[in-house]
Structures are given as C-alpha cells and as structure tokens.
C-alpha cells in the first residue's frame, strides 16, 4: 500500500525495554527514520538508518532494519518515564517526498 | 538560527473564514514540507517545495487548499473557505536537500474552525 504502518500504542514499565515496529513501502528509501514527538511540539530527529545496514545502535537506542519485508523496527533499553511520547517512522521516497507513519504513543508506567 | 518559525501558534476562526498559516523556513534549507496532524489520521503530508517550487501537492485534500512559496525565506498555507474539519495541528519542516538531511520541524500552528 501507499502508508507507512505503525501501531498505535505500546505501555511499557519503567525499566523494561520498548519495541515500535514500522512497515514502510519503498524499496528505494535511502534512509529511514525515527523522530520522536513530547507533548505539543513538533517532531525531533531521533535517529536513522542507512538502507545498507541492517543495525544501528545509538546509546539506548536499537534499529533493525529488514529491508526483504521493509520491517524497521526501533528498541529502547531501560525505558524511562521520559521516553513516553509519540514516535514517528518516516521514509523518504525517490521524489524526494518525507512520509511519516501514523505514530505510537508510548506509555511508560513507574 | 531560531529553527523553523510558524505563526500564529493558535488560531480560532469561524467556518467560511480565511486562514492563512505562515512559516519562516531555516536560512539555507531548500525543502519544505507542509503537514497536517490529527488523531483520527496522524501525520499526513499535505504539500511540499523544492527550492521554492511545489514539487507534490497530492496530499492537499480540497480546492480550499493552498500553499505558496514565493521565496526561499517564507512559506503560506491557505485555507478559504475553511470547515471544522478543518481543525487540526498544521506543521511546517524543513531540510537541507541533502541525501541524509534531518527534517527539523516548526512549534505547528494550532487551527480551530468553530
């Protein structure tokens, strides 16, 4: 299809890890991305990954990429309250046009 | 540099108004992207400009849209007559034109149509 899936919604425990999960749609993004909203702000680069890599880790950061089912995947370790927010895959496609999935909200419990 | 500036923040009208949604791109960035962001449909892709010029504009949803570049340092998104539909959180974002070039985002502009 024509959109980058996400799921909605993740709640997590402080101190567990988060997984977000993405399904995007072209096979010649050169980069994809995770951006990261707070509460009435606009959306920040959070990391990224390059199409020729299959791994990136950024701190507590993990992105896997599966480029055969054009799965990204995003894992954070040891979530804090301050991870909950909503997060954002984000493709950019041959035309030079950024899609962003639809976000998951992510809920970090104490 | 200040990053992406939008205006107004907030902005209440009533139906059949005139909206008109600005933003101030970063010095030196030569994409735009015009987005639109909802609960019922996320973060939609309305409209954007390579070095001033539309380059897709699928994404606007009625002849009520409209955007304009006339320079590298501005950027307008029109809406006339608007509709409560309407009422959404409209970002603006630019980047670079780089290969790998973050796209850094405007505060939104808040819009509701009563």
């Known amino acids: 299809g024509e959109d980058v899936e996400q799921s909605l919604f993740l709640s997590v425990r402080e101190g567990d890890s988060s997984v977000i999960n993405c399904t995007y749609t072209?096979?010649?993004?050169?980069?994809l991305y995770w951006y990261k909203q707070e509460p009435g702000a606009g959306l920040q680069l959070l990391t990224y990954?390059?199409?020729?890599?299959d791994m990136k880790q950024d701190q507590r950061l993990t992105v896997l990429l599966n480029k055969k089912d054009k799965h990204l995947s995003l894992r954070i370790a040891d979530t804090q309250t301050g991870d909950s927010a909503i997060y954002f895959c984000?493709?950019?496609?041959?035309?030079?046009?950024?899609?962003f999935g639809q976000g998951t909200t992510l809920q970090v419990k104490p | 540099d200040a990053g992406v500036i939008q205006s107004p923040r907030h902005e209440v009208t009533e139906m059949g108004q005139e909206v008109t949604l600005r933003c101030k791109p970063i010095?030196?960035?030569?994409?735009l992207f015009w987005y639109r962001q909802t609960m019922m449909r996320g973060l939609e892709l309305l409209i954007y400009?390579?070095?001033?010029?539309?380059?897709?504009d699928s994404g606007m949803p009625e002849d009520r849209f409209s955007a304009k570049m006339p320079n590298a340092s501005f950027s307008t998104l029109k809406i006339q007559p608007s509709e409560p539909r309407d009422s959404a959180v409209y970002f603006c974002?630019?980047?670079?034109?780089?290969?790998?070039?973050?796209?850094?985002f405007g505060q939104g502009t808040r819009l509701t149509v009563v």
């Open positions: 984000a493709e950019v496609r041959a035309t030079g046009k950024l899609i």
């Open positions: 072209d096979s010649s993004s050169t980069y």
């Open positions: 990954i390059f199409s020729n890599m």
């Open positions: 010095s030196g960035h030569n994409s």
């Open positions: 400009f390579n070095n001033n010029v539309p380059i897709d």
């Open positions: 974002a630019t980047e670079g034109g780089a290969v790998n070039t973050e796209a850094f």
